[in-house]
């Protein structure tokens, strides 16, 4: 199986700053994708951005040419450089990854909030 945990949430001012890490443990070799997501209150979660095991990425739009997805594959850790914030990314952003083979199936972390103040 596969462990997420996510770290680097908190508050921060419109315009500012963050940077989440999604450090991931166990059967790291299946995992074929790992996702960004968020939720904010009374919303549905939603993608942010993602990264294959290609490296291939995707961006929601709200987020392009603000955030940016990266990994460190000697860490087994995926990073999201959020720039620019604006309150309307706060939300609790959570890891998720794709796995296939023995372990096949949709793995999340616990999530991070983060705090977008104006």
């Known amino acids: 199986q596969v462990q997420l945990v996510e770290s680097g949430g908190g508050l921060v001012q419109a315009g500012g700053s963050l940077r989440l890490s999604c450090a991931a443990s166990?059967?790291?070799?299946?995992?074929?994708?790992i996702g960004w997501y968020r939720q904010a209150p009374g919303k549905q979660r939603e993608l942010v951005a993602a990264?294959?095991?290609?490296?291939?990425?995707n961006y929601a739009d709200s987020v392009k040419g603000r955030f940016t997805i990266s990994r460190d594959n000697a860490k087994n850790t995926v990073y999201l450089q959020m720039n620019s914030l604006k309150p309307e990314d706060t939300a609790v952003y959570y890891c998720?990854?794709?796995?296939?083979?023995?372990?096949?199936?949709?793995?999340w972390g616990q999530g991070t909030q983060v705090t977008v103040s104006s």
């Open positions: 990264i294959s095991s290609g490296g291939s990425t």
């Open positions: 998720n990854a794709d796995v296939l083979g023995d372990y096949v199936g949709d793995y």
């Open positions: 166990g059967s790291t070799f299946s995992i074929n994708a």
